[in-house]
């Protein structure tokens, strides 16, 4: 039996960096310093650098990140923001958190926000629009800053999942007013755990964001506002420097390998697979296909010990704390992709030869039998 191929191997990094990671801990857990040190203040200017934008501050997860962001530029409740139908529940949860209401809209086929619905959702309420750059594929910010901009409205990118990718030539999570950012340890960067940050062009806004993620202290023991406890340790934030300058060529490797996926499903009527508009420049955090038996599929590859993942199972509307609240029939694109996606193994480390054997096991799943 041929060896199994598993969705995610984040050992394989580990291996790659042959002791450095360990030498990396092992130097912050020596230094004494474990929280708001030099470590973390390093990491912030070189990722606000690399994102093209003035600020970048570390937050505890990037659930936070969105929810410090909206908070620190004013959002709450009474509020409205909208945010995308097909999306990780966190979003929607962080825009909660605030006080305010999350407003879905619709996905088009990118699995992106579609900026066609986005002008019919704002209301006298909507204060702020969170799109999201989904499996690292860019929304289309110049459409959506160009309907929202008249209107006043914050936007706030959630680029949890989109770490280096471009949108017409420049990178997410500097184009809004403020990108928020995950480091969970799946992510194209990834810590040791959680981990995130908000990064920005606006001085208040970063100034506000650091205030409110330690107590709304300033000084010690000198509480200014009502914050909360969400800071990145300076053993993450020391693992995520040494991984910054290796980010572009592991998303390289994975444009690489979505490549091959993308020609093996060229022209498959039961597959779909993600394409990319001319503007986009996506890093393939994950690599969805819509498989007309998703379900099928995924069983079959399992047999063949190959791991997929299905993102996800739940719509944010369909889980029990928004479950209700909309008709039926509300969002049939989300609602249709979610029934077919089926996420394959896809990761830096992944040999070449694995990736075409995952798509060769897929499309067995769609051909007609062998004459016997």
């Known amino acids: 039996m041929s060896e199994p191929i598993p969705y995610l191997d984040l050992g394989a990094l580990a291996r790659e960096l042959d002791g450095e990671l360990e030498r990396t801990v092992a130097r912050v857990a020596s230094s004494g310093w474990y929280l708001l040190g030099p470590e973390l203040e390093e990491f912030e200017r070189e990722f606000a650098a690399y994102c093209g934008s003035r600020h970048c501050v ?175 340790a300076e053993i993450q934030a020391a693992v995520l420097r040494l991984l910054l300058p290796r980010l572009d060529g592991w998303n390289r490797a994975r444009s690489s390998l979505a490549d091959l996926y993308r020609e093996a499903f060229a022209g498959q009527d039961a597959i779909s697979s993600p394409s990319s508009p001319t503007w986009a420049d996506p890093v393939w955090h994950l690599f969805a296909i819509n498989h007309a038996d998703r379900d099928a599929c995924a069983a079959a590859l399992a047999e063949g010990g190959i791991g997929t993942l299905v993102h996800y199972p739940q719509l944010p ?15 049939p694109v989300a609602k249709a992709l979610a029934a077919s996606t089926l996420s394959l193994p896809l990761y830096p480390q992944l040999d070449p030869d694995a990736c075409e054997r995952v798509a060769e096991a897929v499309l067995a799943t769609v051909r007609p039998p062998a004459a016997p």
Request: proline share 5%; glycine share 12%.
């Open 58 to 232: 570390g937050v505890g997860s990037g659930m936070s990140a969105i929810e410090l962001a909206l908070l620190a530029a004013g959002v709450g409740p009474g509020d409205e923001v909208i945010v995308p139908a097909y999306t990780w529940v966190a979003t929607w949860l962080a825009v909660s958190r605030t006080g305010a209401t999350p407003v879905p809209v619709d996905v088009d086929t990118s699995y992106n926000i579609d900026p066609d619905q986005i002008a019919a959702a704002i209301g006298e309420r909507t204060t702020a629009i969170v799109p999201v750059h989904l499996r690292g594929e860019p929304a289309d910010m110049e459409a959506i800053t160009k309907i929202v901009s008249d209107k006043g409205l914050l936007v706030i990118e959630d680029a949890a999942q989109a770490h280096g990718a471009r949108c017409h030539g420049r990178r997410v999570g500097g184009i809004g007013n403020a990108g928020a950012f995950s480091f969970y340890p799946t992510k194209n960067l990834g810590c040791l755990g959680d981990g995130g940050a908000v990064t920005t062009d606006d001085d208040e806004l970063a100034e506000r964001v650091r205030l409110l993620r330690n107590y709304g202290m300033r000084n010690r023991y000198e509480i200014e506002s009502a914050g909360v406890n969400s800071r990145l």
């Open 317 to 331: 509307h369909q889980t029990p704390p928004y479950r209700d609240r909309w008709a039926e029939g509300a969002f």
